[in-house]
């Protein structure tokens, strides 16, 4: 059984994205986890909200099989320097 929601809670959204081409990063691009630290911060900027980031209740990371992290979620936290009650993997 889901647990009940408030429908009157507020739900900010932010959204970001970027493609890397190789032209733009001779090196190649970045990790996936600096991707993923890169794109958060930009989701809370636009979303428009100062302190956005240390708001957030949870952090959700779609499996990635092109690099393995022993803790993607704890890492990107950390990273984002918040701490979530809810992250999951």
Do not use: K
């Amino acid at each position: 059984m889901s647990p009940a929601v408030d429908r009157r809670a507020a739900c900010i959204i932010g959204v970001a994205r970027q493609t890397w081409h190789p032209a733009d990063a001779p090196a190649g691009a970045p990790e996936p986890l600096a991707m993923w630290e890169a794109m958060a911060r930009a989701a809370a900027a636009d979303a428009g909200v100062p302190g956005a980031l240390a708001a957030l209740e949870s952090i959700d990371v779609v499996f990635t099989q092109s690099w393995q992290y022993d803790d993607p979620v704890a890492r990107l936290a950390e990273r984002l320097g918040v701490a979530p009650a809810r992250q999951n993997y």
